[in-house]
């Protein structure tokens, strides 16, 4: 199986935001897509992992963008699987522009979780060399990140129906919704995220009622933020903004 896997795709105006450019979550969830395909073509897709009553869960993330795709482009969404350990996946994603220039470039790392009992399961060692994906001895490291004693904004969110995926808990892109959604529109319409380092620490489930705070520093373009559920961390991320 061709270990680089690509996906055409046409950025909808429904994708975009009021500056023309694609939402966050709407730019994970192509890579979720095209992940998923490469995944199924190799009978481990989310549907093949359910009649197992497994699942993916993505825990981490890097992201560093030169641009983000606009309405009306056409980009190719690639994938690959990078390496993998006893617990965990990597995977790579990228957006090429029609120059054949790669604007986004992505780094994460995924485990299979047990949906009974809601633990991590033992990498499948068949199941990774099918997709080509070498066993790493060194876990790839990505950017740890911690609580800020105080943050400056904050905005309630309840978790609903739609919020959910197939694992039953919040699918990762509300996740960036929740976050961007916190910073005044103002700063959002006048600048574009350069990089993002995510962590997703604790699941949130239906009906919860969860917690996102951001501290937003002027002098540095960088924005700090954490969703929480009854003081529980689920999720931390750093952003990086430059200006439009």
Known sequence: MEKIFKEEHQVSYGDCDETGKIQLPHLIEHFMQVSNDQLTAGGAGIHD?????????????????????????????????????????????????????????????????????????????????????????????????????????????TVRYYDLDTNHHLTNSIYFDWMIDTLPREFLNSHTVKSIDISFKKEVQYGDQALSEVELDQDTLTSYHLISNQGNTSALAEINWKEN
């Open 49 to 157: 992992l359910l009649k197992q009553n497994l699942g993916w869960v993505v825990v981490e993330y890097h992201l560093d963008i030169d641009r983000l795709p606009e309405a009306g482009e056409k980009i190719t969404v690639t994938t690959n699987g990078s390496g993998y350990n006893r617990f965990f996946e990597y995977r790579d994603f990228g957006i090429i522009d029609s120059t054949n220039k790669k604007i986004v470039d992505v780094k994460s790392q995924w485990v299979i979780l047990d949906l009974k009992n809601r633990k991590i399961t033992e990498a499948d060692d068949q199941m990774m060399q099918k997709f080509g994906n070498p066993y790493l001895k060194h876990m790839p490291r990505f950017k740890r990140l911690h609580p800020l004693k105080a943050y400056s904004s904050s905005k309630k969110y």
